[in-house]
């Protein structure tokens, strides 16, 4: 399987601050993702990660607030910005396993996020 | 609306009990599949069906996608501890964009 990995592991904010997620991903996967999840709760998708080119947004989600970069193949990051105790979230990159033509996803451990 | 219905979203059993989890929809899917997340790490694929009526197992976990491919289950056997985490389905909708549509997700607890 796929090697992701994500840092910061997790973070203490404070209000109105903005922090960079990484992700980096090793070459068995194509597409990039990110998602947010409540803890114990299902995935929620922000954005599409993709190569060169603005990300992708689902509906209620915006590039302004959730500015993602994404400038080669296997690294990506995404900007929770301006923060508030509403972002308090696990925060998880993924990447569509290489070959795959049932979209099939690979997972980062995720970065669990605290706004104070 | 949510377009993958799980149900149960949780569920505690003892060890050694039979469970099974579903997951419904009125939309048709390309293929299902089944994650699972324990704590602290991100979801682990178990499976992918992709064919109406087809069943896959892997040990004691036994996996069905129904003939219109609207919806899956999960049935595990003589549940073990090891079995707790957050169990969520996943799919691409037919005829959609190459992205996954999540479950809810059903948590199950394994009580020694």
């Known amino acids: 399987s796929a090697v992701i990995s994500q840092k910061p592991s997790r973070d203490i904010c404070q209000r109105g601050t903005s922090l960079t997620i990484q992700c980096q991903v090793d070459?068995?996967?194509?597409?990039m993702f990110w998602y947010r999840q409540q803890p114990g709760q299902s995935l929620t998708l922000i954005a599409t990660a993709n190569q060169g080119s603005e990300a992708t947004y689902e509906s209620g989600f915006v590039i302004d607030k959730f500015p993602i970069s994404r400038p080669n193949l296997t690294f990506s990051t995404l900007t929770v910005s301006n923060m508030s105790p509403e972002d308090s979230s696990i925060y998880l990159c993924?990447?569509?396993?290489?070959?795959?033509?049932?979209?099939?996803?690979?997972f980062g451990p995720g970065t669990r996020l605290t706004v104070l | 609306t949510q377009l993958l219905e799980q149900s149960p979203q949780f569920l505690s059993i003892q060890e050694g009990e039979n469970l099974t989890v579903y997951c419904n929809s009125s939309?048709?899917?390309?293929?299902l599949q089944w994650y699972r997340q324990e704590p602290g790490e991100g979801p682990v694929l178990l499976v992918t069906v992709v064919t109406g009526g087809e069943v896959k197992k892997l040990k004691r976990l036994t996996f069905q996608f129904g003939d219109a491919r609207k919806d899956s289950s999960l049935h595990i056997t003589a549940a073990q501890p090891g079995d707790t985490g957050l169990y969520l389905c996943?799919?691409?909708?037919?005829?959609?964009?190459?992205?996954?549509?999540f479950g809810q997700g059903t948590r199950l607890t394994i009580n020694p």
């Open positions: 993924s990447g569509e396993k290489r070959g795959s033509f049932y979209n099939e996803q690979f």
């Open positions: 070459s068995q996967v194509t597409m």
């Open positions: 996943a799919g691409p909708l037919l005829g959609g964009a190459q992205k996954l549509v």
């Open positions: 939309s048709v899917f390309s293929s």
